[in-house]
């Protein structure tokens, strides 16, 4: 709840790791006990060395790889929020100016009161207590940011 009342906009971020399963599962159940919109974002990203030469896909390939990988991610999170009766809609960032900035801009552009999401993503990089993404969205937001195990 912000300051005693329940959140009407809700913001789940998605990579598809296991933290962020279970912070989509809070959102789903928060979004329905509270009404709230809910919406669920997953961000594409381009590695920052690209492979050259044969085989190395060009940038343009990498890209569309990244957005449709995002794409199919969040067509999961749809199927995951039908199953609960629970209306999502869902929008892929851009993360060329990182990630944590990509669901920060985006919370505040909707106008979200809450974000939600897992302790680490899908990069293994361990940090001492919150992933760097994680880290960055609970810095930089304006909004309440729910972190989920």
């Given at each position: ?9 809700i ?24 009404r ?31 957005r ?14 039908a ?26 552009d ?29 810095t ?7 972190v989920?195990?």
């Open positions: 709840m912000a300051q005693g009342r329940p959140f009407s906009n913001l789940v971020a998605y990579d598809g790791s296991a933290s962020a399963q279970g912070a989509l599962d809070v959102a789903i159940e928060m979004a329905k006990s509270d709230a919109r809910l919406t669920a974002v997953s961000v594409s990203t381009v590695p920052t060395a690209l492979p050259l030469g044969p085989g190395g896909g060009g940038f343009d390939k990498i890209v569309s790889e990244s449709k990988e995002a794409k199919d991610l969040l067509e999961k999170v749809k199927e995951r929020a199953k609960s009766d629970i209306k999502i809609s869902t929008e892929v960032l851009n993360g060329s100016h990182g990630v944590a900035a990509a669901i920060v801009n985006y919370a505040e909707k106008k979200s009161d809450l974000i939600v999401m897992g302790t680490r993503g899908r990069t293994r990089l361990k940090k001492m207590l919150l992933g760097s993404v994680a880290q960055g969205v609970v930089y937001a304006s909004c309440t940011v729910m989920v195990r």
